[in-house]
């Protein structure tokens, strides 16, 4: 069974970057469907960005040109890059893995991002 825990969250000024981790343990996650979503309280919670096993990224458009999800398959890690950071990307961020073969998704724990002044 795979375990996702995400790291790099914190409390940062707008403008500023942050580099969000999510290490994978268990079994090797090459293949599968990885993504990156957030959420605040009384909303639901919403995909910010994703990845293919092949390395095909998908944004939402509110973060389209300032984050970028990256993947190391032999760190068995996702990474999320957060530039120009703005008050409204603070949220608690998830990391989700979608299995190709199992078809079972699988949550970390979730990472906090404040981005205030």
């Known amino acids: 069974q795979v375990r996702l825990v995400e790291s790099g969250g914190g409390l940062v000024q707008p403008g500023s970057s942050l580099r969000l981790s999510c290490a994978a343990s268990g079994r090797s996650i090459s293949n599968d469907l990885l993504g990156w979503y957030r959420q605040v309280p009384g909303q639901p919670r919403e995909l910010v960005a994703s990845?293919?096993?092949?390395?095909?990224?998908n944004y939402a458009h509110s973060v389209e040109g300032r984050f970028t999800i990256s993947r190391d398959n032999a760190m068995n890690t996702v990474y999320l890059q957060m530039d120009s950071l703005k008050p409204e990307d603070t949220a608690i961020y998830y990391c989700?893995?979608?299995?190709?073969?199992?078809?079972?998704?699988?949550w970390g724990q979730g990472t906090q991002v404040t981005v205030s002044a």
């Open positions: 989700k893995l979608h299995g190709i073969i199992t078809g079972i998704d699988t």
């Open positions: 990845i293919t096993g092949g390395g095909l990224t």
